[in-house]
């Protein structure tokens, strides 16, 4: 019978707490990099009255969405692997509609922004757009997947043991998904609407406040793929799951 892993020492749960704090520097200091861009130099923001004001929303939401909710769900059990199960799966499965709610805002913002103007322009001409709506669709297909799976009406032990290894691969390649997507969005507004009083080649303000967006999502999704890849730090099986695993050794 093989064994099913030791226990993390207190000295691996201390660096792991250091290590989410860290996540959550990175995360919010993302969010308000973004509300500083698009609310200061980007001149703020508006409905439907401004269509170009009203896409200011589809980099703030996207963000707080797909990148900072997004990646605090994919902690939670990580954060909170000594509560009860059902009520992380709540947690985790309530941040995912929090950050599909954001999404789909943000989406309806872009959209709004490009069809509304008296000169309408076209929507998915980029690479970023076709890797941002390929995200928001596989992340809500994985979310329905998951609720059905694990959550409600739930499937047997062993059809979610069977599962969970590519329920949480699709959850991480979604997340490099949605980051890459955010890089690509972030560049390509960066050399499209900065023009004064020097254009982004220049390293104007507005230009480096981009730069350290980027940097702070990479940073982010650094963190969290290290936490992700450490066995120590994983969620111990509960009774019922160790109980079967120990039958299938």
């Known amino acids: 019978m093989e064994s099913l892993g030791k226990s993390p020492s207190s000295s691996d749960l201390k660096y792991l707490t250091w290590l989410v704090l860290l996540a959550q520097a990175f995360g919010l200091s993302a969010v308000v990099l973004v509300a500083v861009w698009m609310g200061h130099f980007q001149n703020g923001f508006s409905w439907?009255?401004?269509?170009?004001?009203?896409?200011?929303?589809?980099?703030?939401?996207?963000?707080?969405?797909?990148?900072?909710?997004?990646?605090?769900?994919?902690?939670?059990?990580?954060?909170?692997?000594?509560?009860?199960?059902?009520?992380?799966?709540?947690?985790?499965?309530g941040m995912h509609v929090c950050a599909l709610l954001f999404a789909a805002v943000g989406l309806k913002a872009v959209f709004d922004s490009h069809n509304l103007p008296a000169k309408p322009k076209p929507n998915l001409s980029t690479l970023h757009s076709w890797v941002g709506l390929i995200a928001v669709v596989l992340y809500g297909l994985q979310w329905?997947?998951?609720?059905?799976?694990?959550?409600?009406?739930?499937?047997?032990?062993?059809?979610?043991?069977?599962?969970?290894?590519?329920?949480?691969?699709?959850?991480?390649?979604?997340?490099?998904?949605?980051?890459?997507?955010?890089?690509m969005g972030i560049t390509e507004k960066a050399i499209l609407s900065i023009s004064k009083p020097v254009?982004?080649?220049?390293?104007?303000?507005?230009?480096?406040?981009?730069?350290?967006?980027?940097?702070?999502?990479?940073?982010?999704?650094?963190?969290?793929?290290?936490?992700?890849s450490r066995p120590e730090y994983k969620r111990p099986p509960s009774p019922d799951e160790e109980h079967l695993q120990l039958q299938e050794n």
């Not at 254009?199 to 507005?206: I, N």
């Open 48 to 93: 439907q009255s401004n269509p170009d004001l009203e896409f200011n929303y589809h980099p703030l939401f996207m963000i707080i969405g797909m990148i900072f909710l997004y990646s605090d769900a994919i902690l939670a059990y990580r954060v909170f692997r000594n509560d009860k199960k059902i009520y992380v799966k709540l947690l985790h499965t």
């Open 144 to 183: 329905l997947g998951g609720f059905f799976c694990f959550l409600f009406p739930k499937a047997g032990m062993a059809t979610r043991i069977m599962m969970m290894p590519h329920h949480q691969f699709w959850g991480m390649a979604i997340f490099g998904f949605s980051v890459a997507a955010a890089l």
């Open 199 to 228: 254009s982004y080649f220049g390293k104007p303000p507005e230009g480096l406040v981009a730069n350290f967006l980027g940097l702070m999502i990479l940073g982010l999704a650094t963190t969290v793929i290290y936490i992700l």
